[in-house]
């Protein structure tokens, strides 16, 4: 069994992000009590946190590795940050995409000058599909979460929340593949041990929240999975390695209805003035309507982890009344 990714991994990952992510801020939720800060990863040049694990990864590859350029699957977020990131560094770049991939996400990955493969949505297609270009191309694989380079990359949000906010009692993160939650809740262990960390999966993808009770990675059907509104959340399964991480720091996962994350949106768009896509909300969704589920404390820290949404689901959920019980008050 590997070894769990460590502070001066996280460090030497912050390192090297240095002018390519930005530090993004802890902005107040207008009105919340106990405070609630939210943490908009959405700042990102690509609009998720994806990019912080996937540079950290890239920029630790050899000049024989990089000779051939670089492969990725994702269902959007990550092959953003992966093209995104090669395009800086100056490699060629191929996403492997699952077929149900938001038409806005695969667009982005296009206009950064990766190429793009469509594949089955299972993760098993995305997997065969990516190795298969590694084979032929000789591309250098770059895991979308079960890689302790992505993770440790990941971590660098929780050395900000750590120095920003030292007097944080609860973090609460989106879960798909687990990577962002591993890096969070590994660098909150050493620098703020008093902080509870929390996991946030769709009730349609609740995955992880299996995986987590049971010790073991536990498996959803695409064809159930899918049925959430949150494509970014859409992970078949947590990765071996974030659960490892999850079993050790991780005290909780929480789940949140369809009707909660559209409310979510809604109300981190009209009163807090951020945009986030639903898998990005998720986590400030457990807040504002799953409180009770959630460990006691005086502030909590919310990762709003991207910003990626369709603009005509944006206008849908803005424009449509909120389900009862879930609207601002």
Not at 1 to 22: D, K
Not at 239 to 257: D, K, S
């Amino acid at each position: 069994m590997p070894s769990l990714v460590s502070i001066g991994e996280i460090r030497a990952a912050a390192a090297s992000l240095a002018g390519v992510t930005v530090r993004t801020p802890l902005v107040p939720f207008p009105g919340a009590d106990p405070a609630l800060l939210i943490k908009p990863e959405s700042l990102q040049p690509t609009g998720s946190f994806k990019l912080r694990g996937a540079y950290a990864a890239m920029s630790t590859l050899p000049a024989a590795a990089r000779e051939h350029g670089v492969v990725a699957h994702s269902s959007g977020n990550h092959g953003q940050a992966v093209a995104y990131a090669a395009a800086r560094l100056g490699l060629p770049a191929v996403i492997v995409v699952p077929e149900n991939a938001a038409p806005v996400k695969v667009a982005a990955i296009r206009a950064l000058g990766a190429e793009v493969v469509v594949s089955a949505p299972d993760l098993a297609a995305r997997l065969a599909a990516t190795q298969e270009i590694a084979r032929e191309r000789g591309a250098a694989p770059i895991p979308p979460f079960d890689d302790r380079r992505v993770i440790a990359g990941q971590g660098t949000i929780g050395l900000e929340i750590a120095a920003d906010c030292p007097e944080v009692g609860l973090v609460v993160v989106p879960v798909a593949g687990g990577g962002l939650i591993s890096g969070i809740a590994t660098a909150l262990h050493t620098l703020s041990p008093g902080a509870t960390v929390i996991g946030v999966e769709p009730e349609l993808a609740a995955d992880a929240r299996d995986s987590l009770r049971e010790g073991r990675q536990v498996p959803w059907p695409p064809e159930a999975t899918r049925r959430t509104i949150a494509d970014a959340l859409r992970a078949d399964q947590v990765g071996a390695l974030p659960l490892q991480h999850m079993r050790e720091y991780v005290a909780g996962i929480v789940t949140v209805t369809e009707d909660e994350i559209r409310a979510a949106v809604r109300r981190l768009a009209l009163e807090a003035r951020l945009i986030a896509e639903p898998g990005g909300a998720v986590a400030a969704a457990a807040c504002l309507f799953r409180r009770k589920e959630l460990p006691a404390a005086t502030t909590t820290v919310a990762m709003l982890s991207g910003g990626n949404i369709d603009p005509a689901l944006l206008v849908d959920i803005l424009g449509s009344p909120p389900a009862p019980g879930l609207g601002p008050g």
